[in-house]
T-cell receptor, first 114, second 114 residues
Framework: EDKVVQSPLSLVVHEGDTVTLNCSYE??????LLWYKQEKKAPTFLFML????IEKKSGRLSSILDKKELFSILNITATQTGDSAVYLC??????????????FGQGTILTVHP | KAGVTQTPRYLIKTRGQQVTLSCSPISGHRSVSWYQQTPGQGLQFLFEYFSETQRNKGNFPGRFSGRQFSNSRSEMNVSTLELGDSALYLC?????????????FGSGTRLTVV
């Protein structure tokens, strides 16, 4: 059975701290690893990682994929209270067997205190 | 361009009733996927539609069904509602559902079954 596991499940930090969120996966016909931020309802897209070892960056956020060890990390530097959210990682599928499907991890609840 | 639109935002239904939720994808996107999000199970894939055809289905009972119209708008129906169907229902839009372009989520419909 396909599985995506995130750690830690929750994290409390203070503004200015740097955090690392982890995501491991065991998925057949793996295509990409996606990261989303969910604050109230709609998960908003952060990154899609398809190639191993290539870091993607967006402002204070960065992410990288290791396809040999089957994991990804999401780093957030100089955290702000606005970073408080649930961070979700999800695996997508290659080929024509799993159209439209993402398998999600449980999410990491990040709380940033002022 | 406009994002993914889900209606209604909130619904309260009684056990045994049925409900229909709507999702309008991003203009030009032809694939719509549906997910159920609960605190216990996280985000779980329901099904995917492309060009009015269901191409993929998750492990949900037959009470959960859907359809897609020629303009790519999709509806999801749940019949004979149970208390356990209370959840946030999210739809995701993509150009082709292959995972090559990622997925954009709507804000969801919060369904409460009483």
């Amino acid at each position: 059975e396909d599985k995506v596991v995130q750690s830690p499940l929750s994290l409390v930090v203070h503004e200015g701290d740097t955090v690392t969120l982890n995501c491991s996966y065991e998925v057949t016909n793996f295509r990409s690893l996606l990261w989303y931020k969910q604050e109230k309802k709609a998960p908003t897209f952060l990154f899609m990682l398809t190639s191993s070892g290539i870091e993607k960056k967006s402002g204070r956020l960065s992410s990288i994929l290791d396809k040999k060890e089957l994991f990804s990390i999401l780093n957030i530097t100089a955290t702000q209270t606005g970073d408080s959210a649930v961070y979700l990682c999800a695996a997508s599928y290659a080929g024509g067997t799993s159209y439209g499907k993402l398998t999600f991890g449980q999410g990491t609840i990040l709380t940033v205190h002022p | 361009k406009a994002g993914v639109t889900q209606t209604p935002r909130y619904l309260i239904k009684t056990r045994g009733q049925q409900v229909t939720l709507s999702c309008s994808p991003i203009s030009g996107h032809r694939s719509v996927s549906w997910y159920q999000q609960t605190p216990g199970q996280g985000l779980q894939f329901l099904f995917e539609y492309f060009s009015e055809t269901q191409r993929n289905k998750g492990n949900f009972p037959g009470r959960f069904s859907g359809r897609q119209f020629s303009n790519s708008r999709s509806e999801m129906n749940v019949s004979t509602l149970e208390l356990g169907d209370s959840a946030l229902y999210l739809c995701a839009s993509s150009p082709d559902g292959t995972g090559a372009y990622g997925y954009t989520f709507g804000s969801g419909t919060r369904l409460t079954v009483v």
